[in-house]
């Protein structure tokens, strides 16, 4: 929110995660429409190093791999800033984006990168694939849990490809959320949350058959996901097998294994706000690093204001001069840190962690603690030559 609308009211929206007993698949009601968050979109890709290193090794490797032709088509759904594509541009492969959000599409188009300005359903897929022929690849990134119609958006995919083509689907794991506790990834922009099981019957609703899964560090554990089409898919890979196996373990094919998902969320709101409350008793300085939508969840949830969060930073100058939704916490520029020196920086988009670690200790001169909340407290002290690489654990209540 802007500084000017501080003194009004602010909508606010429950936000309860759900289970479907019959498929299994973990969302929340569309109480937001994608058109209310998308359309002029604060998050760009591209300011994450780390997640741009991310793309550039898969565009390598769908390449070295053949899945990816050289003279083939790439589409990226929800291509954001051009994070992906612009790895496909340099390696002279003809790519399209598709990406309703006019503030970032107009930045990746800046960046050399083809963009459509455009939400993905059957009417838009339709006429891409009219326009520019099927996709050899259609790449959906951290997109497929955004989508209120799952059915219809997985039809526009395989619309989008060719009949002997490859869709790659990244999305966070929902194995990591519940068995750690990551109750922050639930958001308003996130109405599903997938196993590899529920993706692989939601995949089939649109005639895409998952072929091959790998599992991926990014975004505090993530599975990628490759399908084609029913009719050439032929069997899976044993990846597929290995990551149904290693679900239904955890207890995550019946309903009972999502159980203690409330109490590990308890959890780590207390360790938080022991921790946040010892400080402010001690008279320290704590701040922010990031203003994800995954830290407005954190923060509500624990109910962190300014009094124990004073200021949080963020890179994205999109954000700079705005305040967390809910909690009003300033969001400034990262320089805001080394200016006033922090006792304790804790680290909101946790998943992101050993990256902001090492930019703040290559910035940041002085003993300092950076605390990462999740999927436990954990606390690493910089600047300190006598103590540089500690990491202290917290208990929780």
């Given at each position: 929110?802007?500084?000017?609308?501080?003194?009004?009211?602010?909508?606010?929206?429950?936000?309860?995660?759900?289970?479907?007993?019959?498929?299994?698949?973990?969302?929340?009601?569309?109480?937001?429409?994608?058109?209310?968050?998308?359309?002029?979109?604060?998050?760009?890709?591209?300011?994450?190093?780390?997640?741009?290193?991310?793309?550039?090794?898969?565009?390598?490797?769908?390449?070295?791999?053949?899945?990816?032709?050289?003279?083939?088509?790439?589409?990226?759904?929800?291509?954001?800033?051009?994070?992906?594509?612009?790895?496909?541009?340099?390696?002279?492969?003809?790519?399209?984006?598709?990406?309703?959000?006019?503030?970032?599409?107009?930045?990746?188009?800046?960046?050399?990168?083809?963009?459509?300005?455009?939400?993905?359903?059957?009417?838009?897929?339709?006429?891409?694939?009219?326009?520019?022929?099927?996709?050899?690849?259609?790449?959906?990134?951290?997109?497929?849990?955004?989508?209120?119609?799952?059915?219809?958006?997985?039809?526009?995919?395989?619309?989008?490809?060719?009949?002997?083509?490859?869709?790659?689907?990244?999305?966070?794991?929902?194995?990591?959320?519940?068995?750690?506790?990551?109750?922050?990834?639930?958001?308003?922009?996130?109405?599903?949350?997938?196993?590899?099981?529920?993706?692989?019957?939601?995949?089939?609703?649109?005639?895409?058959?998952?072929?091959?899964?790998?599992?991926?560090?990014?975004?505090?554990?993530?599975?990628?996901?490759?399908?084609?089409?029913?009719?050439?898919?032929?069997?899976?890979?044993?990846?597929?097998?290995?990551?149904?196996?290693?679900?239904?373990?955890?207890?995550?094919?019946t309903v009972d294994g999502y159980a203690g998902l409330a109490e590990r969320a308890v959890s780590v709101k207390n360790a938080l706000l022991d921790y946040l409350l010892a400080q402010r008793a001690a008279g320290a300085r704590v701040v922010g690093y990031g203003a994800p939508g995954k830290g407005s969840t954190l923060l509500n949830y624990c109910g962190i204001r300014p009094d124990l969060l004073e200021y949080t930073?963020?890179?994205?100058?999109?954000?700079?001069?705005?305040?967390?939704?809910?909690?009003?916490?300033?969001?400034?520029?990262?320089?805001?840190?080394?200016?006033?020196?922090?006792?304790?920086?804790?680290?909101?988009?946790?998943?992101?962690?050993?990256?902001?670690?090492?930019?703040?200790?290559?910035?940041?001169?002085?003993?300092?603690?950076?605390?990462?909340?999740?999927?436990?407290?954990?606390?690493?002290?910089?600047?300190?030559?006598?103590?540089?690489?500690?990491?202290?654990?917290?208990?929780?209540?």
């Amino acid at each position: 929110m802007t500084e000017d609308a501080l003194d009004h009211p602010e909508p606010t929206y429950p936000l309860h995660v759900r289970l479907c007993a019959d498929c299994l698949l973990l969302q929340i009601p569309a109480s937001i429409r994608p058109e209310e968050t998308f359309v002029d979109y604060a998050y760009y890709s591209s300011f994450s190093d780390s997640w741009v290193e991310h793309a550039r090794r898969f565009v390598a490797g769908a390449l070295d791999s053949g899945r990816l032709p050289h003279d083939g088509l790439l589409v990226e759904v929800a291509s954001n800033d051009g994070y992906l594509l612009r790895h496909a541009v340099d390696a002279g492969v003809t790519c399209l984006g598709i990406e309703p959000s006019a503030n970032v599409s107009d930045a990746a188009r800046k960046a050399g990168v083809p963009t459509l300005t455009a939400f993905l359903d059957e009417p838009t897929a339709d006429a891409v694939r009219a326009e520019h022929g099927p996709a050899a690849l259609v790449v959906a990134n951290n997109v497929y849990a955004h989508i209120p119609d799952l059915n219809g958006f997985t039809r526009s995919l395989r619309t989008l490809v060719a009949d002997d083509g490859w869709v790659s689907i990244e999305v966070h794991h929902a194995l990591n959320l519940v068995e750690l506790g990551q109750f922050d990834t639930v958001y308003h922009e996130h109405f599903q949350y997938y196993t590899v099981l529920s993706a692989q019957r939601a995949l089939a609703e649109g005639g895409l058959a998952l072929v091959d899964v790998e599992l991926l560090a990014s975004h505090g554990g993530s599975i990628r996901l490759w399908a084609r089409p029913a009719a050439v898919a032929g069997e899976p890979e044993p990846s597929v097998e290995r990551a149904l196996a290693a679900e239904d373990a955890a207890g995550l094919h019946t309903v009972d294994g999502y159980a203690g998902l409330a109490e590990r969320a308890v959890s780590v709101k207390n360790a938080l706000l022991d921790y946040l409350l010892a400080q402010r008793a001690a008279g320290a300085r704590v701040v922010g690093y990031g203003a994800p939508g995954k830290g407005s969840t954190l923060l509500n949830y624990c109910g962190i204001r300014p009094d124990l969060l004073e200021y949080t930073v963020d890179r994205n100058p999109y954000k700079h001069g705005r305040f967390t939704p809910g909690t009003r916490i300033p969001i400034h520029p990262p320089q805001r840190l080394i200016d006033d020196r922090p006792d304790a920086v804790v680290v909101l988009p946790w998943n992101l962690d050993t990256e902001i670690i090492a930019q703040l200790s290559d910035t940041l001169d002085y003993p300092v603690d950076i605390v990462v909340p999740l999927p436990t407290l954990r606390i690493t002290r910089i600047g300190d030559p006598a103590d540089s690489t500690t990491t202290r654990r917290s208990s929780s209540r």
